[in-house]
């Protein structure tokens, strides 16, 4: 990947909060709406949902996921020309408690706010999506695939 689209991705994921999770229910794909913080290495995101939400359900019964993040809408004439990467990936809970844990959540409250009272609420919890494999569209005819040591190696820089 080029340094320009490689400095796309990372303003990208610096910048973009909220993107569309795809989960399996029923062997029939679902997509929803999700914060989400990815870790510094771009080795995992995560996102912080209730136990009562269907997508949190779904990942507790296959944790087989994706996560589309997209660049924000600026009105151009092409949507089809929006920067966007394409993460699959494997949903793990995170215990309260557990190595890691206490560090994701401070990352998680200094970019949303809003939801440190979530954290006190039993039914809500951190999810890590472990990436397993990545597309990363920069723009026309600049589409990548990614792994994850690619994706360290472009956080390192």
Known sequence: MDAQSEKLLVHILANVRVAALGTMQDEEPRVSMVAFVP????????????RLAQHTVDMQ???????????PDDGREDPQTFSRLSIRGSAEFMENGEPGYTPVKAMYIERFPASAPLFKLADFGLWRIKLKSARFVAGLAKAFNLTP?????????
């Open 61 to 71: 019964k296959n944790k087989q996921v994706s996560l589309l993040i997209v660049e």
């Open 39 to 50: 870790a510094p290495d771009f080795s995992a995101y995560y996102i912080h949902v209730s």
């Open 149 to 157: 040591d690619t994706l360290q190696k472009i956080a390192q820089k």
